[in-house]
């Protein structure tokens, strides 16, 4: 029995106040018992439709989180799978899914691809997706990911109690409010999945709690013991949390969960298990756009008010936000390109990772960066201590013994205004050199988007993008107001 199973048969004890606030949020996130024999009866008709639709050959599943009780209020989402035989092709299977879906459910269906086609559409108000797949056993080799979806409906509609579904709920909406539910690349969260495993194997949502406020990552979770100790985490030793699939040994269902994430949910866990009956942890009030606005303003105003200050050579105090204006922020704004999601965001993070390493491999030193999107453009946002680095640059030569290369280093470097001198074993000069504030530097950069690092769907943006200065990014839409707003306010746990 590996650690975390041994843990897991531990139950701990759920605090008064605690079980109050369970309560309270339950009722808040728990779809009406009216909605939910309403959605489930909707699916049912759906299925019926599909199954007469495709014949004896294939097989509807209705399967995800409505299915098994464990969704979320106004999440109306209805996933029904439709599995072949493992001897047809892909393409088969796709077009069969597509012509029985258009012919027996009217709607405006849109063509989705993931590792194949599928379909989605609003039907009474429901989001349904109809997705192909093949036939498959637990652990046998897959034919495409999707297959798994039915057996991992079967495994847990067997094995989770009706109150372990009521803390899946209550898991959801934790990491929900706290912005690490979902699996997609833009967030890189915890999985539906995965809240109901990490449920299922710690028997309760307290239990869950108590154990991973001692997580200390790699944290390797093996419920159905498939591994001998230690081998789990030994086969995905990258990954900072593991959870192995109870029906595909050889899956991490974790793996989407960055390490930022991990030690969040760390951090959270402890926090709650101090503060048991905290409302704030599940749901925590957006601010308004009026207030973000008004302290974006104040920001805004603080700027100013500094570098007034500065010339009378006095002293800015008051408010916390005045820290950073010690600060110097740029933002870049540039178009978004008409790609999906899981595209999206990994280039926009690539590429906000390479201009801070640009930045600083050229001696400008950056405190924070990020990106974020709004319906049309896309930012990435840099605070910088200083916009200007030195004008005079210290070059290291080849050693002082190899004449030849000597000699073509100060050919090169004939401009020097200090050196040739010696240090150690090495040749030395020192030069001027140009583009030395970071705007001017990233707008010669960003200009040549391949030897810059810009990641490919975002190069011809990038030459268009427009360079806003500190006081000039504060006049953006809403959207991207809000993400200023959570960049430079927004405190992610409190103890």
């Known amino acids: 029995m590996k650690l975390e199973q041994a843990i ?8 008064v106040g605690f079980k109050r606030l369970r309560s309270w949020v339950l009722k808040k996130v728990s779809p009406s018992p009216r909605d939910a024999v309403l959605e489930k009866a909707f699916a049912r008709e759906l299925s019926a439709k599909l199954e007469k639709a495709v014949g004896k050959e294939a ?3 209705f399967v995800g989180s409505t299915a098994r009780d464990t969704g979320l209020t106004g999440d109306k989402d209805i996933d029904l799978f439709i599995s072949f035989p493992r001897d047809k092709t892909r393409d088969y299977i796709v077009k069969k899914t597509i012509a029985a879906t258009k012919k027996t459910i009217k709607a405006k269906w849109v063509m989705h691809y993931a590792e194949h086609p599928y379909l989605q559409a609003v039907v ?7 997705i192909p797949c093949f036939q498959t056993a637990p652990h046998e080799p897959l034919k495409s990911a999707v297959d798994r979806s039915p057996l991992h409906m079967n495994y847990l509609q067997k094995r989770l109690t009706e109150e372990q579904k009521k803390d899946v709920r209550l898991l959801k909406q934790f990491l929900k409010n706290a912005g690490i539910y979902g699996a997609e690349l833009r967030i890189k969260g915890f999985s539906g999945l995965l809240c109901e495993y990490l449920v299922l194997n710690y028997r309760s949502f307290w239990n869950l709690i108590t154990n991973a406020s001692k997580w200390r990552p790699q ?16 086969k995905f030793a990258n990954q900072p949390l593991v959870f192995i699939d109870a029906i595909d040994r050889n899956r ?8 930022t994430n991990v030690y969040k949910f760390i951090a959270l866990s402890q926090t709650l298990l101090a503060k048991p009956d905290e409302e704030a942890l599940f749901f925590t009030k957006p601010p308004e756009m009026k207030e973000i606005r008004s302290k974006l303003e104040h920001l805004r105003k603080i700027g100013v008010v500094e570098r007034l200050q500065e010339k009378l050579g006095e002293k800015l105090g008051g408010h916390p936000a005045s820290a950073w204006r010690a600060a110097r922020i ?8 008409d790609v999906v999601e899981d595209i999206l965001y990994p280039q926009l993070e690539k590429t906000t990772a390479s201009i801070r390493r640009h930045l600083e491999l050229n001696d400008f030193k950056v405190l924070a960066a990020t990106s974020f999107t709004d319906d049309s453009n896309a930012y990435i946002l840099l605070t910088l201590p200083t916009l200007e680095r030195s004008a005079i640059v210290r070059v290291s030569g080849p050693p002082a013994n190899n004449a030849l290369a000597v000699k073509k280093f100060l050919k090169n470097h004939g401009n020097a205004i200090r050196g040739p001198f010696i240090e150690g074993s090495k040749v030395f000069v020192e030069e001027t050199r140009e583009n030395n504030n970071a705007k001017d530097f990233l707008k010669r950069g960003i200009g040549k988007p391949e030897s810059f690092g810009i990641a490919s769907y975002l190069k011809n943006p990038m030459k268009k993008a427009v360079l806003l200065l500190d006081d000039e990014i504060f006049n953006l839409c809403d959207e991207a107001a809000r993400e200023l707003h959570d960049f430079f306010f927004k405190k992610e746990f409190d103890f």
């Open 59 to 61: 097989k509807v599943h």
């Open 124 to 130: 009474r108000g429901f989001r349904v997706e109809v």
């Open 252 to 259: 991490n269902v974790a793996a989407a969960v960055s390490e």
């Open 219 to 234: 944290i390797a979770i093996d419920m159905e013991g498939y591994y001998e100790k230690g081998e789990a985490a030994k």
């Open 8 to 15: 897991a048969s531990e139950k701990a004890k759920e605090p």
């Open 330 to 337: 740029i933002l870049l704004k540039f178009a978004k390109p």
